[in-house]
């Protein structure tokens, strides 16, 4: 199988362009075209991971951290990072990388944090904006529902659980084409006035170029007229952070033993108890210190997530529980996200998570 096929699959699920600006997924070594028989999940692509490869003979690595986080200068095999970029091409093995992109989707790290943790209403803890476009396009009536259908396959008109989404107006255009053109109604060099539907829709702006290519190919008009706007709406399933509820409220202390079993952790570094029962959840995988205020202002009663820092804990406030699992704790489900994103699409293709727990902290 091209790696291209595997990316598209991962991509469709987490638009590569949902990631931070300071991160690095997608395809790190490897190219698109090349073929791969079968490839090894992971959290992280260490010299440990790249040997287990080697040893097994993968083609391919898909982590959810980048191996190459900052730039690179040279290449030495001076640190494990320079190691593993030329021991990956001399035993020709990709590396691809679903970071970021992963945790601002609803149904990614956080998701896979919230589905272990049982929460029902759960919802983004901090959405994002601009993710939202709008197009508009004017056709002839009779080819109105072939161009509307054509943009709802390509992705346009989602609205949360309600799809084919879309506001139709008639009008009249007008144009005069030149001795150069080839007009689908009316004549060259004669002002044609055509009764027209104004059709508008909204649409992510990572699947922008595929919705273009499908106005532009059920469209029957020779030049086809379209707008573009940037839209400032919040979009509620891309995001920072999630917010649950328990089906059924729980002592403080039994739910941190719960989450201690659920995340197979001896130890978790947590504010000051409140005595309170616990009923909202919050959550972030990896380092979420950035959303203590926005779980706070949201009614949670309990914040989980990783690293947190020894002043980030006074911002609780007696209000809410901080809770720090650890950063590869609170991701180490990613690993088994990956492995059935693409076991579903496809069955029939070789996949393994790796046996090798990459954790870089230990306990005493």
Do not use: W
């Not at 004017?138 to 949360?160: D, S, T």
């Not at 009316?186 to 702006?205: Q, S, V, W």
């Not at 922008?208 to 399933?237: G, R, T, W």
């Amino acid at each position: 199988m091209k790696i291209k096929s595997l990316i598209s699959v991962l991509e469709d699920y987490a638009p590569i362009s949902l990631q931070e600006g300071y991160d690095n997924s997608g395809l790190i070594i490897g190219h698109p075209e090349d073929e791969v028989k079968n490839a090894l999940i992971c959290l992280d692509v260490t010299e440990g991971v790249l040997k287990e490869a080697i040893d097994n003979g993968f083609g391919m690595i898909i982590s959810h951290h980048p191996l190459i986080f900052r730039g690179i200068n040279k290449i030495n095999r001076k640190n494990s990072v320079e190691r593993i970029i030329v021991n990956a091409i001399q035993h020709n093995i990709a590396i691809y990388a679903i970071h970021t992109n992963m945790d601002n989707i609803i149904q990614g790290v956080n998701g896979k944090i919230a589905q272990k943790l049982g929460l029902t209403n759960v919802s983004v803890l901090d959405t994002k904006k601009d993710l939202f476009r709008k197009i508009v396009t004017f056709c002839p009536h009779n080819y109105a529902e072939k161009v509307r259908n054509a943009l709802f396959e390509a992705g346009a008109g989602q609205i949360g659980d309600y799809d084919k989404c879309s506001f139709n107006a008639e009008g009249t255009g007008t144009f005069k084409g030149n001795d150069e053109t080839n007009p689908f109604v009316g004549a060259k060099n004669e002002l044609h006035y055509e009764p027209e539907i104004r059709i508008e829709t909204i649409y992510p702006f990572h699947k922008e170029q595929k919705i273009i290519n499908a106005l532009l190919s059920s469209h029957p008009y020779e030049m086809v007229a379209f707008d573009i706007f940037k839209l400032e709406n919040q979009y509620q399933e891309f995001g920072s952070g999630l917010m649950g509820e328990l089906k059924t409220e729980l002592d403080e202390v039994v739910f941190l033993d719960q989450l201690k079993n659920i995340f197979n952790i001896h130890t978790i570094r947590h504010s000051k108890l409140l005595d309170k029962p616990i009923k909202l959840v919050a959550v972030c995988g990896g380092s979420g210190s950035f959303l203590i205020k926005k779980a706070m202002a949201n009614g949670a009663d309990i914040f989980i997530t990783g690293d947190v820092k020894y002043h980030d804990f006074f911002e609780a406030e007696d209000k809410l529980i901080i809770a720090d699992i650890g950063h590869y704790e609170s991701e180490q489900f990613t690993k088994e996200l990956i492995h059935t994103i693409l076991i579903e699409k496809i069955p029939n293709f070789a996949l393994q998570i790796s046996g090798l727990n990459t954790n870089p902290i230990n306990y005493f």
